[in-house]
Protein backbone atom coordinates (compact mmCIF):
# COMPACT_ATOMS: atom_id res chain seq x y z
CA UNK A 1 0.00 0.00 0.00
CA UNK A 2 2.92 2.35 0.88
CA UNK A 3 4.35 1.62 -2.95
CA UNK A 4 0.81 2.77 -4.14
CA UNK A 5 0.40 5.80 -2.15
CA UNK A 6 3.79 6.81 -3.42
CA UNK A 7 1.95 7.41 -6.59
CA UNK A 8 -0.18 10.06 -5.16
CA UNK A 9 -2.68 11.33 -6.28
CA UNK A 10 -2.56 8.73 -9.15
CA UNK A 11 -5.78 9.65 -10.08
CA UNK A 12 -8.51 12.47 -10.60
CA UNK A 13 -11.23 11.30 -7.07
CA UNK A 14 -14.56 11.07 -8.28
CA UNK A 15 -16.48 9.27 -5.65
CA UNK A 16 -15.54 8.53 -2.04
CA UNK A 17 -17.72 5.39 -2.22
CA UNK A 18 -14.66 3.63 -3.57
CA UNK A 19 -12.24 2.08 -0.65
CA UNK A 20 -9.58 1.56 -3.22
CA UNK A 21 -8.98 5.34 -3.18
CA UNK A 22 -5.73 6.76 -2.21
CA UNK A 23 -7.14 8.74 0.51
CA UNK A 24 -9.00 5.73 2.08
CA UNK A 25 -5.57 3.98 2.09
CA UNK A 26 -3.93 6.85 3.58
CA UNK A 27 -6.11 6.60 6.54
CA UNK A 28 -6.39 3.33 6.67
CA UNK A 29 -2.70 3.04 7.04
CA UNK A 30 -2.29 6.16 9.47
CA UNK A 31 -4.99 4.28 11.65
CA UNK A 32 -2.62 1.29 11.18
CA UNK A 33 -0.01 2.91 13.10
CA UNK A 34 2.67 3.61 9.68
CA UNK A 35 4.87 6.69 11.07
CA UNK A 36 6.34 9.62 8.92
CA UNK A 37 9.82 7.85 9.37
CA UNK A 38 8.58 4.43 8.03
CA UNK A 39 10.39 3.56 4.91
CA UNK A 40 8.95 5.27 2.11
CA UNK A 41 6.47 7.33 3.97
CA UNK A 42 8.40 10.40 3.51
CA UNK A 43 7.83 10.28 -0.12
CA UNK A 44 4.17 10.32 0.40
CA UNK A 45 4.04 13.08 2.99
CA UNK A 46 6.01 16.13 0.73
CA UNK A 47 3.88 14.97 -2.25
CA UNK A 48 0.61 15.97 -0.24
CA UNK A 49 2.25 18.80 1.42
CA UNK A 50 3.23 19.99 -2.20
CA UNK A 51 -0.91 20.77 -2.73
CA UNK A 52 -1.91 22.98 0.06
CA UNK A 53 -3.85 25.81 -0.94
CA UNK A 54 -3.71 29.50 -0.39
CA UNK A 55 -6.82 29.27 2.31
CA UNK A 56 -4.69 26.17 4.08
CA UNK A 57 -6.46 22.96 3.25
CA UNK A 58 -4.94 20.20 1.82
CA UNK A 59 -5.93 19.60 -2.10
CA UNK A 60 -6.88 16.44 -4.01
CA UNK A 61 -6.74 15.80 -7.67
CA UNK A 62 -10.44 16.73 -9.10
CA UNK A 63 -12.23 17.71 -12.18
CA UNK A 64 -15.38 20.08 -11.30
CA UNK A 65 -17.61 19.83 -14.51
CA UNK A 66 -18.11 23.03 -15.85
CA UNK A 67 -21.83 22.89 -15.35
CA UNK A 68 -21.24 22.71 -11.87
CA UNK A 69 -19.02 26.26 -11.72
CA UNK A 70 -16.19 24.38 -12.56
CA UNK A 71 -13.52 24.05 -15.21
CA UNK A 72 -13.94 20.77 -16.46
CA UNK A 73 -10.50 19.88 -16.47
CA UNK A 74 -8.14 18.10 -13.96
CA UNK A 75 -7.09 20.74 -11.52
CA UNK A 76 -5.90 20.34 -7.59
CA UNK A 77 -8.49 21.90 -5.11
CA UNK A 78 -9.82 21.11 -1.71
CA UNK A 79 -13.02 19.93 -1.05
CA UNK A 80 -14.83 19.97 2.77
CA UNK A 81 -15.15 16.23 2.48
CA UNK A 82 -11.38 15.34 2.02
CA UNK A 83 -9.40 18.26 3.63
CA UNK A 84 -10.76 17.03 7.18
CA UNK A 85 -9.57 12.59 5.96
CA UNK A 86 -6.36 14.52 4.12
CA UNK A 87 -5.15 15.84 7.91
CA UNK A 88 -6.49 13.25 9.94
CA UNK A 89 -4.16 10.80 8.31
CA UNK A 90 -1.02 13.17 8.37
CA UNK A 91 -1.70 13.71 12.09
CA UNK A 92 -2.01 9.96 12.56
CA UNK A 93 1.42 9.58 10.90
CA UNK A 94 2.68 12.13 12.82
CA UNK A 95 2.64 15.06 11.49
Not at 69 to 94: E, H, K, N
Amino acid sequence: MITELQDWPRSVLTSHKNASRLIHKLTFLADLGIRKDDPGVEEIVEKILGHRSSQGPFQALMNIPAKFGGSGTDQFAWALCDAPVILYSLAGIGL
